[in-house]
């Protein structure tokens, strides 16, 4: 083959592509494009659906059952509870019953030794009872405290300042009060009245701590409202009492239901006298004793021994002899009941109060 016919040769093989290239330069074809994301369209199948729905079905069913399940447990729960609570209050209450009763019949004998309540004043505060008392030597009175609240009880000094003084009448009506009885001994200088010693007053030392000497002791109430009393060495030994108030006098008369020896001093200094005191019982029930004499000179009134003996006859547990003579004074419901030696109510630095 010459090179004539390779070069046709070639040519004519070549032709159909120049064409193309011709055509594709000479030309605009027009292109048009479709949706760039054509729209799907999720086909189920009616067994496939059948199979969901019966799947949806059911779980709302077991749903449904847990939650009737829970409801009836809680149910239960809350009717327990209701019984049970209901129980516990009717056990409270059986217990709170019993418990009176005993204090009933604790209390009607204390009150037969007592005698006859003249007088009875019934608070969320207190219960206090107004007794008369007849011995062979001398009048008195008692008044028997049940104290319900802290704030039943309290000791204030004379127009509530160290060195004042006031009538326990007085302290009774600045404080609106039920009672009144006066509290430990006093001391005279040219500056004012003071309390004697030892002296508490809203679970603070007045006028410091003073050990006790001679035949002097402290008593008051504690934080807790029981008595408290006896003679104290320093003041941590007091404070472990958790003294809320209280004063300073002579003597201890009964410890624990023991009748404790009075002192030579205090048997004739003076032999008979108006007196006060202050005791307790064993469920921590108050009494206050207040005697009558004509006089503070050992002429009329009552012994501290007849006093022992009477105390002990009440069946008291401690008893302790307070500031007496004309100190002496019991005001209850508004009046004086007894029979001041002076004529008329002295003005003291401490007394105590009781509320209704």
Request: glycine share 8%; aromatic share 8%; proline share 4%.
């Amino acid at each position: 083959m010459n090179v004539r016919q390779i070069n046709r040769l070639a040519l004519l093989s070549c032709a159909p592509f120049l064409g193309v290239l011709a055509w594709l330069l000479f030309s605009t074809p027009a292109v048009e494009l479709n949706d760039p994301a054509p729209e799907l369209t999720a086909t189920v199948l009616p067994a496939e659906a059948e199979s969901l729905t019966g799947n949806v079905i059911g779980g709302l069913d077991k749903a449904k059952e847990m939650a009737t399940v829970t409801a009836q447990a809680i149910k239960r729960d809350t009717q327990l509870y209701e019984q049970t609570n209901k129980e516990v209050r009717s056990l409270l209450q059986l217990a709170s019953s019993q418990s009176d009763r005993a204090w009933h019949i604790y209390d009607r004998r204390v009150v037969r030794k007592l005698g006859y309540a003249s007088e009875e004043v019934q608070s969320e505060k207190l219960t206090a009872q107004l007794f008369h008392i007849r011995a062979q030597h001398f009048r008195g009175y008692a008044l028997k405290v049940k104290l319900k609240s802290d704030e039943a009880i309290d000791m204030v000094l004379g127009h509530d300042t160290f060195g004042k003084s006031e009538t326990t009448m007085s302290a009774v009506k600045r404080y609106n009060a039920l009672a009144g009885i006066n509290a430990g001994g006093f001391a005279d200088s040219q500056s004012g009245r003071y309390p004697l010693s030892t002296t508490v007053k809203n679970s603070e030392y007045v006028n410091g701590f003073e050990p006790s000497f001679a035949d002097l002791f402290f008593v008051g109430l504690s934080e807790d409202l029981k008595l408290i009393g006896g003679k104290y060495a320093s003041r941590e030994e007091l404070d472990r009492e958790n003294p809320k108030f209280g004063a300073s006098f002579v003597p201890i008369l009964l410890k624990d239901g023991v009748v404790q020896p009075i002192p030579q001093k205090w048997k004739s200094n003076p032999h008979r006298a108006p007196r006060t005191v202050i005791a307790n019982y064993k469920d921590d029930q108050l009494l206050f004793l207040v005697t009558d004499g004509s006089d503070e000179y050992g002429n009329s009134g009552a012994t501290l021994a007849e006093l022992q003996i009477l105390l002990s006859r009440f069946g008291v547990k401690d008893a302790y002899n307070l500031d007496g003579g004309g100190s002496s004074s019991l005001i209850f419901n508004g009046r004086v009941v007894n029979k001041p030696s002076d004529g008329n109510l002295r003005r003291l630095a401490t007394n105590f109060l009781l509320f209704k």
